[in-house]
Each structure stands twice: as C-alpha cells, then as structure tokens.
C-alpha cells in the first residue's frame, strides 16, 4: 500500500512540475534560466515533501483513532 501511496506522490509531483513549470514561463512569471529552474525544482519537491508529509501523519492518526473505534465494537 505504501508503495502505491509513493507511486501516486510522484505520478502527482511531476505532472505538477510538467504543468506548472511550462505554463508559468510562458506567462512570464519565471525567468528563463536553467540555475532558476533547478532551484525551483528543489524547492517544489521540499514544501511538497513538508505538505505530504504533516498530511500523511494527519490521515495516520484518523485512520488508528477509526481502527481504535472498530475494535472496541467487537
């Protein structure tokens, strides 16, 4: 399960930076320098990262409050 969760992360994350980086440019918002899209990169998959992470330890406590809940009604 935790691999497909992680195959779903990254599936998400790149068509994210495929989307956004592309549009982005082409609006003007980011420059066109290779250093900047390396930074942007770095940056993009660390608060990406953060986000997933405090998520994923959010849901894990619902779901072990919710098991806790199901094996008291037994």
Known sequence: ???QE???LG???KRQL?????LATLAGW??????FYLQLIIEFAI??????????KREAKKVDHINQLLKHKK
Do not use: E
Request: net charge neutral; charged share 15%.
């Open 1 to 3: 399960r935790d691999a």
């Open 6 to 8: 992680s195959r779903g």
């Open 11 to 13: 599936d998400v994350y």
């Open 18 to 22: 495929v989307g956004f980086i592309p």
């Open 30 to 35: 980011f420059p066109f320098h290779w250093i």
């Open 47 to 56: 608060v990406y990262l953060i986000i997933w992470a405090i998520l994923y």
